[in-house]
Nanobody, 123 residues
């Protein structure tokens, strides 16, 4: 089992950058593929980015491709989401998730979830 804690959210202006972090507990972090999802007010949660356990494979939603970068530091049990050129439509609660399976963009494949961190982008 793994516990996930997100941090790094906040209020920024359009065009700014933020880096989200997700710290994982446990000694088997390397065994998990990781993903970031987000949920905007009144909308369903949606996929943002995912990374394989070794970091060699990454996936992005079309809405963030070219602006966001997912990475992981296995020695520190942490996964990151670097968000650049933020837009008002990026405003959402961002969730970190982990799966013991292969890296995936599918929300239902993720077994463990953090509590989320709020990102608000003012235009």
């Amino acid at each position: 089992q793994v516990q996930l804690v997100e941090s790094g959210g906040g209020l920024v202006q359009a065009g700014d950058s933020l880096r989200l972090s997700c710290a994982a507990s446990g000694r088997t972090f390397m065994s998990y593929a990781m993903g970031w999802f987000r949920q905007a007010p009144g909308k369903e949660r949606e996929f943002v980015a995912a990374i394989s356990w070794g970091g060699s494979s990454t996936y992005y939603s079309d809405s963030v491709k070219g602006r966001f970068t997912i990475s992981r530091h296995n020695a520190e049990n942490t996964v990151y989401l670097q968000m650049n050129s933020l837009k008002a439509e990026d405003t959402a609660v961002y969730y970190c998730a982990a799966t013991r399976g292969a890296v995936t963009i599918l929300e239902h494949e993720y077994e463990y979830w953090g509590q989320g961190t709020q990102v608000t982008v003012s235009s």
